[in-house]
């Protein structure tokens, strides 16, 4: 008799709700997605541009890489089956992204070195 801990479904595994933006690329595509929910296994992704079922696919945010294949799709979401496990807390993280800390620590710069004067209406 088989254990039924190993039958359980994939998708068994807890998921944690979610919205990040991220990339979902493929052979010949990339589209801006949005992650609703995650697990080690796999993620329910929105996109604009979705692949069909059994499509291989990597999904990215910032230096963050899964590779995955889509186990479902419907026009604007798909269902994704990691290649392996990976870390969710990983992905909940601020994306490490240099470009983005050079324009927010512009922004601080601008921020503390130019005092905002109030509106005045002519």
Do not use: Y
């Not at 990040?20 to 949005?34: D, I, R």
């Not at 909940?92 to 601080?108: E, F, G, T, W, Y």
């Amino acid at each position: 008799m088989i254990a039924a801990e190993n039958t359980r479904d994939a998708r068994d595994a807890p998921r944690t709700n979610m919205f990040l933006a991220a990339t979902l690329m493929g052979a010949g595509f990339s589209a801006p997605a949005k992650v609703r929910n995650m697990s080690a296994s796999g993620a329910l992704v929105e996109a604009a541009a979705i692949p069909p079922a059994r499509t291989a696919v990597q999904l990215l945010r910032g230096t963050l890489v899964a590779p995955a294949v889509v186990a479902w799709s419907t026009p604007g979401r798909c269902g994704l089956r990691f290649a392996g496990p990976i870390c969710v807390h990983e992905w909940l993280k601020a994306p490490v992204n240099s470009q983005q800390q050079r324009v927010d620590a512009i922004a601080r710069s601008v921020r503390s070195a130019i005092p905002l004067e109030p509106h005045r209406s002519g």
